[in-house]
């Protein structure tokens, strides 16, 4: 499904839509960088967009092919994400995608997470968000989970420690 | 041809003043997983994602080669914070 409409003509436009967010120097900025046709980009901005949750990883949340993978999808599992609100997309199984939503985020590694169309980060990220507490309020405030819900899952988690 | 930790520091220190770092090797030698612990000022005011950001482009070359990559950022003050709750757990 994804596969065929991700498939990229030649028609390379060398316009980014977005420019780095980081606005520091970095002598590596001025290398050549492969960009994502525009049509591959409109999908991934709709595919990001279609649930409040989206998650980019290696494999499915039954069965991660790839420990980080792993513990995105438990950490998602912790916060009491409900399954209708989130969406997951195994990029080993193609692997245009794979490519192309590392150059969509601007970002080297899987997995990926978005919530409510906006990037969030990848593993690292989102284990430090889990333990401040800032996963909890950005899905409260985008309405993924209940305020009742969010702090009964913080309890559960911290009676388990 | 196998990223080596001396890689990583000489691409991090060229890039910003360091406090503190520490990288290690989580692929039992074969050079494809590491981990980064940076402490530096240059995070001052950023918050996680821009730092994330930054250390992804300055090792943009190196992450491409690796299997798996992984990090921690904190601010000099942050990594203070960090070694009192090390010393006190």
């Avoid at chain 1, 649930?51 to 790839?66: S, W, Y």
């Avoid at chain 2, 090792?59 to 921690?72: G, N, P, R």
Wanted: hydrophobic share 40%; proline share 5%; glycine share 4%.
């Amino acid at each position: 499904m994804f596969s065929s409409a991700l498939r990229t003509s030649f028609t390379a436009l060398r316009a980014p839509t977005r420019v780095s967010a980081v606005a520091l120097t970095s002598p590596s900025l001025a290398f050549a960088r492969r960009y994502i046709t525009q049509e591959a980009r409109n999908k991934l901005q709709q595919a990001v967009s279609s649930t409040p949750v989206v998650l980019f990883m290696k494999g499915t949340p039954e069965a991660p092919q790839c420990g980080f993978s792993r513990a995105a999808v438990q950490v998602l599992d912790i916060h009491g994400v409900p399954p209708e609100k989130m969406k997951t997309f195994d990029v080993l199984e193609d692997s245009e995608l794979r490519q192309n939503i590392k150059e969509f985020s601007d970002w080297p590694t899987i997995p990926q997470l978005y919530v409510n169309g906006e990037f969030v980060g990848g593993c690292d990220i989102l284990i430090n968000m889990h333990q401040s507490g800032e996963l909890d309020e950005l899905l409260v405030k985008a309405g993924v989970v209940s305020p009742e819900e969010a702090s009964e899952n913080t309890s559960q988690t911290q009676s388990q420690n | 041809m196998p990223i080596s930790a001396a890689d990583l520091e000489a691409a991090i220190r060229a890039a910003m003043p360091v406090t503190y770092l520490e990288i290690e090797d989580t692929s039992n030698g074969c050079g494809e997983n590491y981990s980064v612990f940076v402490v530096s000022q240059a995070f001052e005011g950023k918050n996680t994602l821009a730092r994330h950001r930054f250390i992804n482009e300055v090792l943009k070359k190196e992450i491409a080669q690796m299997h798996a990559f992984s990090q921690k950022t904190l601010t000099p003050t942050q990594y203070q914070t960090y070694l009192a709750q090390q010393a006190a757990s």
